[in-house]
Structure formats: structure tokens, C-alpha cells
């Protein structure tokens, strides 16, 4: 059974970081397409970065310069690493994996990231 778990999320003044991480169990990590979406009150779940299984990554355009997404296929993770954070970054942020094999799509249960002074 495959399961993504995520951490790191929390409460962040304006201007400030967070880095947020998810591991994956139960599958070949390596194999996978790994992104973060999130999803904020009243709004769709929106794509913030992914990264591929050769590690090409796709940033919306709201986040381009201020996150970075990155893997450890040693340690089956994928990091989100937020800078820069503003007010409209506030949203539950999903972990999100895609086996290109099987098609199969799974996500995690979501971590909330709080932008507020």
C-alpha cells in the first residue's frame, strides 16, 4: 500500500521560510513523478512544483525564484522548500506522486502553511 506523509508545515511571518517534506512507502520511489499542490480556502488545488523521476522540475508561475523542489531517492522524499513566503501562499499544501507505469496516482493527507503576521 502505497502512502505519502507530509511535514513541515506551520505558522510563518511574511518574508519568512518553510520547508516541507513527504516520504513515500510502499512503492519504488524513484520511479515516480513527485509534486506539491495546494490548495487554498475557497480556491482549487492548484500545482505549485513537481519534479520528474530524472529530476526535471515545473514551478507555477506565483512561485517561480521562490521554491524549490528537490528528491533524495535514498530517503524516498521529495522537499518543498518555500522562501520568500507571502500572505497568498497560505493553503493546505498536498504531497502528490504518479507511477508512470501504472498510471496510478496517489496523495497525501495534507499539511497546512500559514503566511500571516
Known amino acids: 500500500q502505497v502512502q505519502l506523509v507530509e511535514s513541515g508545515g506551520g505558522l510563518v511571518q511574511p518574508g519568512g521560510s518553510l520547508r516541507l517534506s513527504c516520504v513515500l512507502s510502499?512503492?519504488?520511489?524513484?520511479?515516480?513523478?513527485m509534486g506539491w499542490y495546494r490548495q487554498a480556502p475557497g480556491k482549487q488545488r492548484e500545482l505549485a512544483a513537481s519534479i520528474t523521476a530524472g529530476g526535471v522540475t515545473n514551478y507555477a508561475d506565483s512561485v517561480k525564484g521562490r521554491f524549490t523542489i528537490s528528491r533524495d531517492n535514498a530517503k524516498n522524499t521529495v522537499d518543498l522548500q518555500m522562501n520568500s513566503l507571502k500572505p497568498e501562499d497560505t493553503a493546505v499544501y498536498y504531497c502528490n506522486s504518479r507511477n508512470p507505469f501504472t498510471s496510478n496516482e496517489y496523495w497525501g493527507k495534507g499539511t497546512l502553511v500559514t503566511v500571516s503576521s
Open positions: 510502499g512503492s519504488i520511489f524513484s520511479v515516480h513523478k
